[in-house]
């Protein structure tokens, strides 16, 4: 179950006889609210970065041939050969 930041500002506290400071209560959900928001928009924004890296990532590599490397080659050969 996932908690929305609506269903934070929405939440009420039923009222009792020497229950919690009702401001405190208040604060805190307003607290929590806004981190909220603001997690949730980062996941969003990585989300979206994470997907144009990709994007930017295929572009490259579908253009590199694929090379397989012998132990007859040199170590020179085997260096170049590993950003296939």
Request: charged share 35%; hydrophobic share 30%.
């Amino acid at each position: 179950m996932s908690i929305t930041p609506q269903e934070i500002s929405d939440k009420a506290f039923s009222r009792s006889f020497r229950g919690y400071n009702q401001e405190e209560v208040d604060l805190f959900l307003d607290k929590i609210y806004f981190e909220l928001e603001e997690l949730i928009r980062n996941k969003e924004e990585t989300e979206l970065y994470i997907k144009k890296l990709e994007e930017r990532l295929s572009d490259y590599t579908t253009d590199i041939p694929k090379r397989t490397v012998t132990n007859e080659q040199e170590p020179e050969a085997i260096h170049d050969s590993i950003f296939y």
